[in-house]
């Protein structure tokens, strides 16, 4: 089994790019959650300006971005919160 498959959840702005707030990405395993970002930029490159201050959660804990998944993880990016 070279592949997982991992829920990825999104927030806020990124949420109004994608449309929606969950998607499941089949993946290589060994990605990090790099790995997973540049994936979904190169399905949707309007993403890209917010790569740069997301946090990331796997399973609910904050995790860096070397991070790897392991098959079924939720993977939620969260975009820096402004305003009320």
Do not use: C, I
Request: hydrophobic share 40%; charged share 30%.
């Amino acid at each position: 089994e070279n592949t997982l498959n991992v829920r990825v959840r999104v927030f806020a702005a990124l949420r109004e790019v994608m449309d929606k707030e969950e998607l499941e990405v089949e993946l290589p395993s060994g990605t990090t959650v790099t790995g997973l970002w540049e994936r979904l930029v190169s399905d949707e490159p309007r993403l890209e300006p917010y790569g740069a201050a997301l946090q990331f959660a796997v399973n609910h804990d904050f995790v860096g971005k070397e991070t790897e998944l392991q098959p079924d993880d939720e993977v939620a990016f969260l975009p820096p919160v402004s305003g009320g």
